[in-house]
C-alpha cells in the first residue's frame, strides 16, 4: 500500500538532545513538508521540500533543520536551539512540484522533551 | 497575506442533530480552501476542497461546504451527526505563491448520543 509513514510514534527527548524525525514516502511526490501542531494552534509550517537536495523554511523554521536527499524521505531534526519542542509533528506530500493541491499526511510522531 | 480563522474551538451537537462549523478566509486572490479531519493521535484526512468550480463542494462521509465570496466564507455542514464524527476539524487557504497551506486554529466536533 502507498502511504507516508512516520517514525518512531512517540519520542522522548532530553534538553539539550538533537533529535530526528523519519518522513517517509511511497507514493511517488515530489513536495513534501513539515507541521508542528499545538494544542489550539493548528498546524504551522516548519519546512517544506518541492524536488530533491532543495528545501525552504515556512514559518517557524528556527530551531528545526532538514534534509532531502531522496526523494521519499524527508528526515527533521529538532535541534537544542529550538526552546519549546514537546508538540506533535505531522509530516505530508503533494504530487506535483510547485503546487499543494491535496496534501496527504502521515500518521505523526509526538516528541515529548524530558 | 492569505489567513484562515475558524470560529469557535469547540462545538457540541446531539446525534442527527446539522453540523455546522464556520471558516473565514481573508485572500486578495482566488482562494482555493480545504478542510481536513483529524482523529485523536492520527494525521490529517482531507474531507473536501474547493478549486474555483462549483461554489457548493461535496466530499466524503457526508460533509459539504459552500464556498461564498460575498461573506469570505467557506463554511462545513453536515445535515445529520454521526458519534464517528467526532474530532477535530481544520480549514485552510492555500497561500499566494501556491507552495504551501495555511491552517486554521482547528474545531473540535463532539457528538453526544
Known amino acids: 500500500d502507498g502511504g507516508i509513514t512516520q517514525s518512531p510514534k512517540y519520542l522522548f527527548r532530553k534538553e539539550g538532545q538533537n533529535v530526528t524525525l523519519s518522513c517517509e514516502q511511497n507514493?511517488?511526490?515530489?513536495?513534501m513538508y513539515w507541521y508542528r501542531q499545538d494544542p489550539g494552534q493548528g498546524l504551522r509550517l516548519i519546512y517544506y521540500s518541492q524536488i530533491v537536495n532543495d528545501f525552504q523554511k515556512g514559518d517557524i523554521a528556527e530551531g528545526y533543520s532538514v534534509s532531502r536527499e531522496k526523494k521519499e524521505s524527508f528526515p527533521l531534526t529538532v535541534t537544542s536551539a529550538q526552546k519549546n519542542p514537546t508538540a506533535f509533528y505531522l509530516c505530508a506530500s503533494t504530487p506535483d512540484q510547485g503546487r499543494t493541491d491535496t496534501q496527504y499526511f502521515g500518521p505523526g510522531t509526538r516528541l515529548t522533551v524530558l | 497575506a492569505q489567513s484562515v480563522t475558524q470560529l469557535g474551538s469547540h462545538v457540541s451537537v446531539s446525534e442527527g442533530a446539522l453540523v455546522l462549523l464556520r471558516c473565514n478566509y481573508s485572500s486578495s486572490v482566488p482562494p482555493y480552501l480545504f478542510w481536513y479531519v483529524q482523529y485523536p493521535n492520527q494525521g490529517l484526512q482531507l474531507l473536501l476542497k474547493y478549486t474555483s468550480a462549483a461554489t457548493l463542494v461535496k466530499g466524503i462521509n457526508g460533509f459539504e461546504a459552500e464556498f461564498k465570496k460575498s461573506e469570505t466564507s467557506f463554511h462545513l455542514t453536515k445535515p445529520s451527526a454521526h458519534m464517528r464524527d467526532a474530532a477535530e476539524y481544520f480549514c485552510?487557504?492555500?497561500?499566494?505563491?501556491?507552495?504551501?497551506?495555511?491552517f486554521g486554529k482547528g474545531t473540535t466536533l463532539s457528538v453526544s448520543s
Open positions: 485552510a487557504i492555500l497561500n499566494q505563491a501556491g507552495t504551501a497551506l495555511i
Open positions: 507514493l511517488n511526490h515530489d513536495a
